[in-house]
């Protein structure tokens, strides 16, 4: 204790001698374990200002003795995954869409490549989920225009759907039956009502019974006689539940009237081949593929 400063009467512990509007200071030195930390980590970070870049300079820091950079870390394992993905991608080109669907590894890989590829390119018109949406189809179901086996959707997918910038397109018109005087607007009832009933709709059964000749002699070719559909054509099966737009009487009517044609692009040039395959698998895998 120095021989100028005091003993506090309260704390019992010496003061510095220092005082402020009458409060003394008192003399309570660290821990020396904290004060063996500090120094420790003070001569840490002298070594690590050392061995690894800490300080600044005009045009970079040090590089340190041991000339380490994160960014040449990360580059080299971006690098790494570059090279394995170049890999899969050279199998996946090497590779037609059903020995892709075989192999369990490759087909994992097209799997998750044509989800995000799907995100960016189509999920806009089929969706998130590829759940589909008014005039664009559902993915996840086992109903397909023009075929749902995996080179069917390749194909589509490749060359797309009525785009005449591709010779290779799926191309098929539904007449304007009402719109050019096919048939008469009676004749546009009765058949949508047999479309009705054969979807196992509500339905006018003695107007279906007319519809059922009609169908017959201007649907069937395309449709099939009992609505079953053709891949051939693009024509939709009419004796399900599934609609492009709605399956209610009017918008039947209006369909047949004057028909609304969808168009999808041809994504071949556009993604390349490698991306087409993916997106393929990747639907394919939604479940609802042949």
Same mark, same amino acid.
């Given at each position: 204790m120095s021989d100028h400063n005091e003993i506090?009467?309260?704390?019992?512990?010496e003061t510095t001698g220092h005082s402020w509007d009458g409060i003394k200071e008192l003399n309570n030195p660290l821990p020396r374990w904290w004060l063996w930390t500090f120094y420790a980590c003070i001569a840490f970070a002298a070594v690590y200002s050392i061995v690894y870049p800490a300080w600044p300079g005009f045009t970079s820091a040090s590089k340190g003795i041991w000339n380490w950079s994160s960014r040449v870390d990360i580059r080299h394992e971006l690098d790494a995954a570059e090279q394995a993905k170049a890999e899969q991608f050279a199998e996946i080109k090497s590779h037609d869409i059903n020995a892709?669907?075989?192999?369990?590894?490759l087909r994992g890989f097209a799997v998750a490549a044509g989800s995000?590829?799907?995100k960016v390119h189509c999920a806009t018109c089929h969706g998130s989920g590829a759940q589909g949406s008014a005039g664009?189809?559902? +993915?996840?179901d086992n109903a397909w225009l023009w075929g749902g086996k995996p080179d069917q959707i390749l194909h589509t997918i490749t060359h797309g759907i009525r785009d005449t910038s591709?010779?290779?397109?799926?191309?098929?018109?539904?007449?304007?039956f009402g719109k050019d005087a096919i048939l008469k607007p009676d004749e546009i009832s009765a058949v949508a009502n047999f479309v009705r009933q054969i979807s196992k709709q509500d339905a006018d059964p003695k +107007?279906?019974?007319?519809?059922?000749?009609?169908?017959?002699?201007?649907c069937s070719a395309c449709h099939g006689d009992t609505g079953d559909g053709k891949i051939e054509f693009g024509a939709p099966k009419l004796n399900d539940a599934i609609w492009a737009y709605s399956g209610d009487l009017a918008a039947i009517e209006r369909q047949i009237n004057n028909p609304r044609h969808g168009m999808m692009p041809a994504w071949g040039?556009? +993604?390349?081949?490698?991306?087409?395959k993916d997106v393929a698998v990747y639907v394919h895998s939604l479940g609802g593929g042949e």
């Open positions: 506090d009467s309260v704390s019992g512990v892709i669907l075989a192999d369990e590894k995000s590829i799907f664009f189809p559902n +993915l996840n591709d010779p290779d397109t799926h191309s098929s018109q539904m007449p304007n +107007l279906a019974a007319v519809g059922a000749g009609v169908f017959k002699d201007n040039k556009k +993604l390349g081949e490698i991306s087409v």
